[in-house]
């Protein structure tokens, strides 16, 4: 009799369940210790933060059991962030990035391949264009200073082209400072900000580091040119230690090498690409906008040039 109770309530339990519960296996399906929490994926806990860049917050995105798995597995081999430089696009040490961090593995464990659906699930945007998760550690004093997700050379463009979308995950609840700040964000000023925030994230539109959150923002615009608006920063952490783990995400798969021909061959390089195109350019200075086949234009893509 217990036996058959037993059985209705996980009968029961198995088809209302709201939270699954997964039990983590790395990549080779061999069983780790760790028994993780993983909400569903859930759009009614998605605010719009801003249009002009498009950002968005996502309330509880990462259960606490994720969060702390994800620190796990990133503790043990925290590296010197590094930053691409803009003319050659190698990875290189820079004042302004002071974090450290390291990148895990696509489908590393059962809980990164659940966060990397959930991640598809709520961006529209497949698995295969994204990059592998990184993990990021910032101490007291460190900061990454405004920039841009896309990019200004060619070279970082080859796998995926440019970063469409990035979706940045907190794993901590940073108590002062560490706020993720837009400073070109449209009517940023109109933002309420209380003494609880840092002078940093009072330039700009703000969102506090809170363990499980993730804001998604486009570094694109919608007709798939670059966003100045969309630079951001993280502000130096002031009280505590800030835990973030960012997924960017191309334009075209960055799994695929097949993908890396079509970007050799047709891209804007410049952001301003499509103003100049709309005003004349392409025929008023057709060496610097389109070039030759050997020696490309600026904006071959904005001058329907790609066929040269
Ligand atoms: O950690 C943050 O708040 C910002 C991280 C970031 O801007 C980046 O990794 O591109």
Redesign the pocket.
């Known amino acids: 009799m217990e036996m058959r109770r037993l059985l209705v309530l996980f009968a029961l339990l198995s088809v209302t369940a709201v939270v699954p519960v997964l039990f983590s296996r790395n990549k080779n399906g061999d069983p780790a210790e760790v028994v993780v929490v993983a909400p569903p994926f859930n759009a009614s806990g998605v605010t719009v933060i801003s249009w002009k860049p498009r950002i968005f917050l996502y309330k509880g995105f990462l259960s606490d059991d994720e969060c702390d798995h994800l620190v796990k597995l990133g503790k043990e081999k925290m590296k010197r962030s590094m930053v691409a430089d803009n003319e050659s696009g190698k990875s290189v040490m820079s004042e302004v990035r002071t974090?450290s961090g390291m990148f895990l593995d696509k489908q590393q464990d059962t809980v990164v391949s659940t966060i990397e659906e959930r991640i598809a699930a709520w961006t529209l945007l497949p698995e295969e264009n994204a990059e592998n998760i990184?993990i990021?550690r910032?101490e007291h004093g460190q900061r990454?200073d405004p920039?841009f997700?896309y990019f200004h050379d060619k070279v970082n463009q080859l796998q995926g082209g440019h970063r469409y979308a990035?979706v940045?995950m907190y794993l901590s609840t940073v108590e002062k400072g560490?706020?993720?700040v837009f400073p070109n964000a449209e009517g940023w000023e109109s933002q309420l900000k209380d003494d609880s925030f840092s002078d940093c994230a009072k330039k700009g539109l703000a969102v506090k580091?809170v363990k499980g959150d993730a804001v998604l923002f486009f570094n694109l615009q919608a007709d798939g040119t670059p966003d100045p608006l969309s630079l951001?920063?993280?502000c130096s952490v002031i009280e505590g230690e800030?835990w973030?783990s960012?997924k960017w995400i191309h334009v075209r798969s960055y799994d695929d090498p097949s993908s890396m021909k079509q970007s050799e061959e047709c891209s804007d390089l410049s952001e301003n690409c499509a103003a100049w195109a709309a005003s004349g350019e392409c025929n008023n200075n057709a060496v610097y906008m389109i070039g030759t086949k050997d020696s490309p234009g600026q904006c071959q893509k904005s001058c329907n040039a790609c066929s040269l």
């Open positions: 974090s990184q990021l910032y990454y920039h997700d990035t940045l560490g706020e993720t580091a951001h920063g993280s800030k973030s960012p």
